[in-house]
């Protein structure tokens, strides 16, 4: 039986990347072309155009019936002016909330041959070597909102954080697994020192503990750990955190090595799970074909690894994007300048290199 | 009649770095020693040791009464295990509602001899010139919490973003007061794709704008402004932006330039305002009379500057910090293994060169 992979292309540069990884994927399963079958479906402003909706009932029931998801990248100006719940970032949401992906797992790290593009001092960036594991489907992202009249002040507007000790436990066991499988080492972010939400989450990680005794845990503050992915990112091995915090540090994490275009990423629940690169929609390099195709790549072969159990054919994947890059090709955006190449050469040479 | 100052040396080498900054206001105002007085009265962890408090009634009383307050740092290991109201933070945060000091003011800016401290690439940090103003008193720092019992997720916790039109509206004026006197650029940082409370504060900016026709306005994700405080931060001039965005930000923004330690801060409302150095209160190297106590002293500058309409001498406190630094002294937090000075030393080389 096939295993069935729902493609959401979105806007922008998404059709390019996702079809790039679409033809890697085949290659890497050139041997047995009929173990994947891929069905392609509207998210986001392409979804508003053509039905009127970001997540339409089509897309909902197909991505239900996948096995996997993968996803370009939803969003751009065209769009931006519409109503909150028409917009393609709505769709992402309720693609998120439908998929019940509760952990958006986010690795960064250096490639040597990348950091020169980073903004950090070189002894600083070599180090980086982290898994964020950001909360996806509660918090702050999901709760309910208000907007009304004071009686004094004008308008006023409310949004809600709350989690549940059922939320904080599912993703921070994922948090622990992921550290068990790594350098052991687990950092909690909340701000305990102020939300009630924050010490429910630190009682649940102080709970977890002993079942994870070959696990060292540390709580630090969100304000502590954006200074601290700058100025000492190299201490961080997993960092568990919840949905708001989450979506702030982990993009401020991806741009310290200098390689967003190559950074993957796993969103995972109970069903499929959802992959995407952590790059947006780039509409003003959209149809140009220079979007870099590596972090849609990559998070394919995220995909056969968690959710395709497919983990010698996701690790060839990952050994031939360190080869085109260790070879020194660059796409655009990590060209600094130097000889680039387009989309397509980047993905004939990972296919060359598998 | 002599202008009141409040002091809140606080816990940790919060003492050692107010007792400095004391001595160069002295002598910044030799010529009219009768112009300033000095209260010093607890808060923080030393004064729920004295008092059981962290904000006692006799400092509330106090620096209601003041013309600025002067605090050095709050917080320790020691206190971290009591109940939430009971902790050097709650004070802290109850002292800034009692003042209603709703405008943070964060500047960051690369002094030229400090930028090999810096974890960013020379050319990245030495542009850094930026006003960050965070939103102190509202939003989810003080809105509702619950916390309680679920039916099937086990326990629950809730905290509350509440603004009201009035609230944005007042920090955000602050925002383009500060644009129009710099570089002429506002930013402000909302989740407006995610939040109501960030819909109505990007609504409020949108209608301010009219008012401040020389200021450009530029609305950034919050998720975005994490990653261009790192790979850009020479686009920014004055950043606005709500209380935990602020919290996040404002940290991330303070270790660019490696001078974290050198840092002011002035919080500031309709009575009289607060200043305090960005850095904590390092228990670690409490009492050891190493603390660098120039994020202080410039602190102090701020106050004579914004609550005392004393810029000149402001001004001639902030160029003799400006003349140490370039003249190479170090305290051991900047020293990167160099020689440094003690404290005292460091006082004394600023007061010698006012
Ligand atoms: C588009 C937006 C709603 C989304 C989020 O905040 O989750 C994005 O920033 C992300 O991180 O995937
Ligand atoms: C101590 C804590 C409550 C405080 C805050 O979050 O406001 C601190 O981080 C700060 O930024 O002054």
């Known amino acids: 039986m096939a295993k069935r992979v729902a493609l959401l292309p979105g806007d922008g540069i998404g059709p390019d990347v996702?079809?790039?990884?679409?033809?890697?994927?085949?290659?890497?399963?050139?041997d047995r072309p009929e173990a994947l079958s891929f069905q392609y479906h509207l998210l986001g402003g392409s979804a508003i155009d053509e039905t009127g909706q970001p997540f339409?009932?089509?897309?909902?029931?197909?991505?239900?019936?996948s096995d996997a998801v993968l996803l370009g990248a939803v969003g751009g100006p065209k769009w931006d002016k519409g109503p909150g719940h028409l917009r393609p970032e709505a769709g992402l949401l309720a693609l998120r909330k439908t998929l019940g992906v509760y952990a958006n797992m986010r690795p960064v790290r250096a490639y040597e041959r990348l950091l020169d593009a980073s903004p950090l001092r070189l002894d600083v960036a070599k180090g980086v070597d982290l898994l964020i594991i950001r909360e996806l489907t509660g918090g702050i992202y999901f709760g309910e909102r208000e907007r009304g009249d004071t009686a004094l002040e004008g308008r006023f507007a409310k949004d809600t954080m709350y989690y549940t000790e059922m939320e904080i436990r599912r993703v921070v066991k994922k948090g622990f697994e992921a550290a068990r499988d790594r350098k052991g080492h687990l950092t909690s972010v909340d701000k305990a020192n102020v939300l009630d939400?924050?010490?429910?989450?630190?009682?649940?990680?102080?709970?977890?503990?002993?079942?994870?005794?070959?696990?060292?845990?540390?709580?630090?503050?969100?304000?502590?750990?954006?200074?601290?992915?700058?100025?000492?990112?190299?201490?961080?091995?997993?960092?568990?955190?919840?949905?708001?915090?989450?979506?702030?540090?982990?993009?401020?994490?991806?741009?310290?090595?200098?390689?967003?275009?190559?950074?993957?990423?796993?969103?995972?629940?109970?069903g499929p799970g959802l992959y995407e690169p952590i790059h947006g929609s780039a509409p003003d390099i959209a149809g140009k074909g220079i979007a870099n195709p590596l972090g849609t790549i990559l998070s394919a072969a995220m995909m056969l690894r968690h959710s395709l159990a497919e983990p010698e054919r996701a690790e060839r994947m990952e050994a031939a994007v360190a080869r085109v890059i260790d070879a020194g090709l660059r796409t655009a955006d990590l060209a600094r300048g130097q000889a680039s190449v387009s989309t397509n050469a980047m993905t004939d040479a990972v296919i060359a290199a598998l």
Chains 1, 2 share one sequence.
């Open 18 to 30: 996702v079809a790039s990884a679409v033809r890697v994927l085949r290659q890497v399963f050139s």
């Open 56 to 65: 339409p009932e089509e897309t909902r029931a197909a991505v239900l019936a």
């Open 197 to 270: 939400s924050s010490r429910l989450w630190r009682e649940v990680v102080d709970d977890m503990k002993k079942d994870f005794p070959d696990v060292t845990v540390e709580h630090v503050l969100v304000d502590s750990c954006a200074m601290h992915l700058v100025t000492r990112p190299e201490r961080f091995d997993v960092i568990v955190t919840e949905n708001l915090f989450g979506d702030i540090l982990s993009d401020e994490a991806a741009v310290l090595t200098g390689s967003i275009g190559v950074l993957p990423s796993a969103s995972l629940g109970d």
